[in-house]
């Protein structure tokens, strides 16, 4: 399992990565260095009702913040994550919860305020998968899958020690495996997708449409039916059965073809702890039954909300040659 991590350190280790992590709710950016650490952290709400250049507005104000700092001269590199549909190919931004960016030229629009330091954009899966990888629980293994389950359910991967974003920068997003031949219809137009069964507002979903109703503090998020799950009401318990169903059955699918040796799983759903990895780990062993599948791994992500933004960071680092 162990190698040699493709983060090494490779020029001044003074040298910096500033990292920006866009999602349907906040903006989030950061200096990295080489051990990880951040610094000079701003965050902005992001405005996912308003037209595209409020939304950039909001980008900016955190590029201001991070430009504007006394380190910004040691920044070799911009890594940015962000919430996809992303095409890397063409420097540009689909984010479903952020409706004012359709094929929003975000790499485009940040160039212009990073002087000419090369722009590396990637899916927040991708980012997730970079920063586990790096300093997570991905550590040291050469190929792995890791896992955002939240209100959607990304992914990217690492193979043979380095991170594999494809050409777009959408690999392993496992959230759109179809698992369900003839199930619902996704949002992405396919049917039976991993995070129409397995994200958070589908759990929840799921529990309220068979009869689950919330406790006395009226939480019927996905966290409520956790609550429940762990107090041993049935209709939360197999709520939580599906959805780490769905997501075995795409975990196996991913580890059949390209051989990953672990899955970390992070994201709020992966907060429910046993009531999630309890039955997943139990349906893997009925999905994964090859001999190259049956051995898989699946452990919580390590760096929770500090992902996007180090992720973001690690993934330019490894293209650019920083570390």
Known sequence: ???????????????????????????????????????????????????????????????????????????????????????????????VNVPGWRGFPLVEEVRRRVGDRPVVLVGDGVAMAAAEHWRGAARGWANALCMVVSTGVGGGLVLGGRLHPGPTGNAGHIGHVSVDLDGDRCP????????????????ARRALDSGWRPGPDGDATAAGVAASARAGDPLALASYDRAARALAAGIAATAALVEIGVVVVGGGVAGAGEVLFGPLRGWL??????????????????????????????????????W
């Open 1 to 95: 399992m162990e190698q040699e991590s493709p983060y090494r350190m490779r020029t001044d280790p003074g040298e910096l990565v500033a990292a920006l992590d866009i999602g349907g709710t906040k903006i989030a950016g950061a200096l990295v260095d080489a051990g990880g650490a951040r610094l000079r952290i701003a965050r902005r709400r992001t405005p996912a009702e308003g037209d595209a250049a409020v939304v950039m507005a909001a980008v900016a104000e955190v590029l201001d913040e991070l430009t504007g700092a006394p380190e910004w001269p040691r920044v070799r590199a911009v890594g940015i994550g962000s919430a996809g549909p992303v095409d890397a190919s063409l420097g540009t931004v689909s984010p």
């Open 285 to 322: 062993g009925e999905y994964a039954g090859l001999s190259f599948t049956a051995d898989v791994e699946v452990v919580p992500a390590m760096l929770a909300g500090d992902a996007g933004v180090v992720g973001a960071a690690a993934a330019a680092a490894e293209v650019v040659g920083v």
């Open 188 to 203: 992405c137009g396919g049917r039976g997708c991993v995070e129409r069964i397995a994200s958070g507002p589908n759990i």
